[in-house]
């Protein structure tokens, strides 16, 4: 396993046990998750090495994806946080309106 390839496994495995073992609040969560997108980074970065032409538009695509993920995140934080009062993850009822 080449250096590079054990950072991004690592930072991924990582993000998911961060996500998994300290769900209290919405942002950290979060956090967790856009830790995660750094597989694809490296997956796309990697295609880019290979000059594999078909993967070509691929960083820009994960890009757009990544600020819209993002967005959509914060809007949803900022929602919580209005309607519920903070961010923590156990005060939300999924089946409350």
Known sequence: MTPPHFAFS????LALTGLVFTRTH???A???L???MSLFVALSL???QLDITSFLASPLLLLAFSACEAST???LL???ARTHG???LQSLNLLQC
């Open 78 to 80: 900022a929602a919580t």
């Open 10 to 13: 690592a930072t991924f495995i």
């Open 34 to 36: 856009e830790g995660m």
């Open 26 to 28: 919405l942002l950290s």
């Open 46 to 48: 990697w295609a880019l």
């Open 73 to 75: 995140g914060l809007a």
């Open 30 to 32: 979060l956090l967790c």
């Open 86 to 88: 903070s961010d923590r």
